[in-house]
């Protein structure tokens, strides 16, 4: 079974740049059945999702993020990343690694503990 | 992108009675080619990520409770625990996956008992 684990600073400054990993065990990050995402949830937002990548390297981003948004695969450390830039109060929230499986717009299976990320100075 | 739209806010329980949450879609997320509903319902309790528990409207995940079922098509769905127990109390959420660009959520439901 798949297992998820989120890693990465847990404060970050405004105007700054968010970077988070998401370490696959149980699995490889190279299996084609898998589309590899990021959601995040806060009081104000509920769930939302970022962006999902293919283990190809395909990536597919929520059109409100997708101008801050880089999501990359590491698959010689069987990890995924994200990258949020220029951020604000408003990107505080938990964020989550999860799986889909088949395609990207599919239920999410597998997912992260979840990591609290904080934007303030 | 597709709005999900979850009713009540909250609800509030008692061992051993029904619950229903329901979930509008703002369009159908029925895909008439293979008849399916491209609707996932999801069980999060506090401090842990959400959990699926049924996929298609209405299939449920391995390990879920037949005390959880899933209903509805095209905007209208359902999720019905038939017989609530202790373990049961969270917050339930409806996702759509059913078209680009988004897979979106509902805003949720707290079930308390």
């Known amino acids: 079974q798949v297992q998820l684990q989120e890693s990465g600073p847990g404060l970050v400054k405004p105007s700054e740049t968010l970077s988070l990993t998401c370490t696959v065990s149980g699995g490889s990050i190279r299996n084609n059945t898998y589309y590899w995402g990021w959601l995040r949830q806060s009081p104000g937002k509920g769930l939302e999702w970022i962006g999902s990548?293919?283990?190809?390297?395909?990536?597919y981003y929520n059109p409100s993020l997708k101008s801050r948004v880089t999501m990359s695969v590491d698959r010689s450390k069987n990890q995924f990343s994200l990258k949020l830039t220029s951020v604000t109060a408003v990107d505080t929230a938990v964020y989550f690694c999860?799986?889909?499986?088949?395609?990207?717009?599919?239920?999410?299976?597998?997912w992260g503990q979840g990591t609290l990320v904080t934007v303030s100075s | 992108d597709i709005v999900m739209t979850q009713s009540p806010d909250s609800l509030t329980v008692s061992l051993g009675e029904r619950a229903t949450i329901n979930c509008k879609s703002s369009q159908s997320i029925l895909y008439i080619s293979n008849n399916k509903n491209y609707v996932a319902w999801y069980q999060q309790k506090p401090g842990q990520p959400p959990r699926l528990i049924i996929s298609w409207a209405s299939t449920r995940e391995s390990g879920v409770p037949d005390r959880f079922s899933g209903s509805g098509s095209g905007t209208d769905f359902t999720l019905t625990i038939s017989s609530l127990q202790a373990d049961d109390a969270g917050v339930y959420y409806c996702?759509?996956?059913?078209?680009?660009?988004?897979?979106?959520f509902g805003q949720g439901t707290k079930v308390e008992i």
């Open positions: 990548i293919y283990y190809s390297g395909s990536t």
């Open positions: 996702q759509q996956y059913y078209t680009t660009p988004s897979p979106t």
């Open positions: 999860a799986t889909t499986s088949g395609y990207y717009l599919a239920p999410f299976d597998y």
